[in-house]
């Protein structure tokens, strides 16, 4: 039988989807929301964690300019708090998939960029950045058997993610401006929950992956993708540099990551367009 599923963060982006698949699926399954466990109080896994079970951390701080501006608040969630999910893991004899991001890398190439492979150095630019690598330190420090899971760029379409921004201003706007300079991995929900429940499932799974769809895209190339997919003229995106529209916490240049290690176990994901045109295709 398929072990039960606890997820944390249950009532976040990802933590939502998930728990909808897992019930979709009839699976066992705990969703927890930060009200039922809060990740930061280390004693507050030991009653929800039974033997057996696979936990998937889907409980972060995720607002990047929020952890620049509360360094401590970041950690307490993303560093410690994971390293307590871990615990409770370790101590109840449960396994653990943890939700890392691209955000570990700085960007910065000698060379031509090309997407990260997981044993690429990491160099996080920013504060989320660095209380999510101190996360993952923290998580296989106390349960080295743990896959991280980094991602990248999740949309749903719905809410204020970017693709869902984009579809907004599409609607409210004759031309935007979207910045051209930060490429990244832009990953639809369904494909990484597919992904997840692939790892959740595999008792071999190994430590680290990266789990996105494929092919790099720069923001201003998936504004124009959103903008095409849903009926509308892309030329009503402009392109701009990320220093005209600062923001508090810096973000990467380039942080599209590889999926050739998830790629050689498991079912590989589909490239950036393929995942976007079937989440405008669910909700257009
Ligand atoms: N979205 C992306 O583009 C992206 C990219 C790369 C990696 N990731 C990673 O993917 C994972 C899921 O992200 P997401 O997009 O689903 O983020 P999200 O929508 O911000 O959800 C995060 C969830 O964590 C919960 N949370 C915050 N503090 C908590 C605490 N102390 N204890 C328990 N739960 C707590 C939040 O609950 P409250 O609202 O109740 O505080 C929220 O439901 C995170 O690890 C994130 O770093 C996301």
């Known amino acids: 039988m398929p072990a039960r599923i606890v997820i944390t963060g249950a009532g976040g982006q990802v933590g939502r989807f998930l728990g909808a698949e897992l019930t979709a699926r009839g699976r066992d399954l705990l969703a927890c929301t930060s009200v039922q466990w809060d990740i930061t109080d280390p004693a507050a896994g030991d009653d929800i964690v039974a033997p057996g079970d696979v936990v ?53 190439f000698d060379g031509a960029p090309r997407p990260y492979d997981v044993d690429d150095p ?29 991602t990248a760029w999740v949309y749903t379409g719905v809410g204020s993610d970017f693709v869902a921004t984009m579809r907004r201003l599409e609607s409210e706007r004759d031309e935007i401006e979207v910045v051209a300079d930060q490429t990244g991995s832009p ?26 769809n494929t092919g790099p ?27 005209k529209h600062p923001r508090p916490a810096p973000r990467p240049v380039y942080s599209a990551l590889s ?15 393929d995942g976007l045109g079937a989440a405008l295709a669910e909700l257009n």
């Open 56 to 108: 998937i951390n889907c409980a972060a701080l995720t607002a990047v300019d929020v952890a620049e501006a509360e360094p401590a608040r970041a950690y307490a969630v993303n560093a410690t708090g994971a390293g307590n999910v871990a615990r409770a893991c370790a101590a109840r004899g449960a396994r653990l998939v943890h939700i890392s991001t691209d955000y570990v890398f700085g960007g910065d």
């Open 122 to 150: 990491v160099g996080p630019r920013s504060v989320y950045g660095q209380s999510k690598l101190a996360g993952e330190r923290a998580v296989h420090d106390a349960l080295p058997d743990a896959t991280v899971v980094r």
């Open 187 to 212: 990953t639809y929900v369904a494909d990484l929950v597919g992904a997840l429940l692939q790892i959740a499932d595999d008792p071999g799974a190994p430590p680290l992956l990266h789990v996105v």
């Open 217 to 243: 895209a720069s923001r201003y190339e998936l504004a124009r993708a959103v903008f095409a997919g849903s009926g509308a003229d892309p030329e009503r995106v402009r392109p701009v540099s990320t220093d």
């Open 259 to 273: 999926t050739a290690r998830f790629d050689a176990r498991y079912r590989p994901l589909r490239s950036w367009r």
